[in-house]
């Protein structure tokens, strides 16, 4: 475990105000951040490295950023924590994963629906076990936290219990996470279906209960618009138009053969999208999950609507979905996230999540900087996520999830950063090759984890 103490699952009890530090801390290395989006302006402009950087920690806050000797002279009473050489930077945020399929990531073969049939939907009727849904979000989040991912957006399942289990292991590692009850009332086992009025009701009363206790935040989850009537999409987007404040999660044109099975399910809508636009499910705030195929009438609307699309390399890789066209949605305008999408991704890693992206998109012809790779695993989910005022970047005001990232973490990234000449150089080895042994270390509202 991670060293924190538990919590209640009453909502009124604080534990992570109640028992964040309050000294100072000083955190020396190098540093990056983000003043922009490097897909827009130039990454000069966007990102921002300093050799000898630190960040200045209080009360679970950023209280400052700068080089580390000016901080050093400036606050002669802050503890100082010197990382050396490593790389300090935000927390990774993973925009799209399915915390109940942790069990049975990287599991062989099949398609999307029959992966679904085989693997995931046996594993997630177990969820209605509260003590097994805990153990398994337990176990998720100490992952992620070793390979330093600081935030999440989860899908649980159909079952409350697994959504109060989520929340009750994000909440007493501290964590800022969001999740919501998964919906489904067809095209599903039947002890996996709930109903129109259930779903609604569940939801709501999730929401009611966790949104905006402490660092949570829930999500309107219809799974995707082949397992929701008509009918149950309505009601969750009215739900979400009665909590706007929430976001809006769900599964968007992953394989071909999907698409054709959602329209021919809704025969109403022109395309995908539309079969969740014609029940209010488009609009800020919504994550729409691989988004592969997609239309250009699709393309614009998500743009329009301040929507974001949630790339998930190695889920569309492994399951074999296809390739994500990263560069022509943003040129398009549409806000883009990264995910691991466990357990069809097949990694805990955002930095492999990285790496996938980067080839993904070379097969479609375009080299992505790493600045691009970087800023969508921390900015750029964030923003999708409505929480870049919270969290993605090392700026005063900000909680401070922070990780130290070792560019030197194994002999062959060693090898190849040693000749690097610039921080990018030193930084795509551990992109493309690093796994939980280049994170250092991983501060959660200014708290080290180990």
Sequence with gaps: MLGFSDASQCPTHHPARVDRMMARTLILGQTLTFADDPFKVPVAEAAMHEPRGGVLVEGGMIAAIGQGDDLLHAHPDATVN????????????????????????????????????????????????????????????????????????????????????FFVEARKRGLRAVAGKTCMD?????????????????????????????????????????????????????????????????HLSEQTDEVEWALSLHPDARDYLETYELHGLLGEGALYGHAIHLTERERVRISEAGASVVHCPTSNTFIGSGLLDLTGLAACGVRTALATDTGGGSSFSMLRTMAAAYEVAQLRGAALHPAQLFWLATAGSARAMRLDGKIGRLAPGLEADLIALDLASTPAIAQRANRAEDIWEALFPTIMMGDDRAIAQVWVGGRATR
């Excluded at 009727?125 to 805990?134: E, N, Q």
């Excluded at 935040?217 to 987007?237: C, H, N, V, W």
């Design 186 to 250: 067809q095209n599903a086992p039947e002890d996996l279906q709930d109903t129109v009025r259930s779903s609604h009701d569940d939801s709501k009363r999730l929401l009611e209960r966790w949104h905006g206790v402490d660092r949570l935040g829930y999500a309107i989850t219809p799974r995707f618009s082949p397992t929701s009537t008509p009918e149950q999409l309505e009601a969750l987007g009215a739900l979400w138009a009665e909590h706007p404040e929430c976001l809006m999660q769900t």
């Design 82 to 165: 010197d990382m050396g050489s490593r790389l300090l930077t935000a927390g990774f945020v993973d925009s799209h994963a399915h915390y109940p399929q942790t069990a049975i990531i990287a599991s062989w073969g099949k398609r999307l629906v029959d992966w679904l049939n085989t693997y995931t939907f046996p594993e997630e009727a177990r969820f209605s076990d509260a003590a097994y849904a805990r153990e398994t979000a337990g176990r998720y989040l100490d992952l992620t936290l070793m390979n330093g991912t600081t935030t999440v957006c989860s899908y649980c399942t159909i079952h409350p219990e697994s959504v109060d289990a």
